[in-house]
């Protein structure tokens, strides 16, 4: 017998080496896989211990969840937008790390979808504009759930009203 050709083992013999392994059948589950909440809560975690200093630095998050700084803030913001599992300190750290201005169309969208961006507590937004001049001021308030105001934030955008200048054609010269 040729000592490089190995019989094929019966299914009754234990199989020895790891060449042997390749061709085994392991049972395919009809179960889906099982949910990630184990990386939600290390998000939620890691958020929780660097809001009190701001927000985690840049080296700390590509060394831990092996992205970038703006990359970990989709990421909370996936978690904290989701309604069935919104952690119960998410306007905390929505205040520490503020919504991605891709996802945070406008100011407006942002102080009612996520008033506690702005104060801590905050479950109501209030949005308000008003013409100041040629500038446009809005305003966030913002409440607790006794409606309480917590406090009230302004954006001015200036020369929001200006009329927009004029373009002379060029001039033609005369030939």
Known sequence: MNPHL???PSPHQPHDTVADNRHRRWPISSASPPPLDWEVEEVLRFARIWAPYGGAPADETFHHFGMSTSR??????EILRDRRRRPYDADQLAAVF???AAQ???FQETCVAHPGAYASGAVLG????????????????VYDASNK????????TYGFYGTPPQVNPPAQSAR
């Open 6 to 8: 190995r019989p094929h």
């Open 72 to 77: 970990f803030v989709d990421k909370l913001w």
């Open 98 to 100: 503020p919504p991605p």
């Open 104 to 106: 945070a169309a406008t």
């Open 126 to 141: 209030v949005h308000a504009t008003k013409k100041v001049g040629n500038n446009r001021e809005e305003s966030c308030k």
């Open 149 to 156: 105001l917590l406090g009230t934030t302004y954006r001015t």
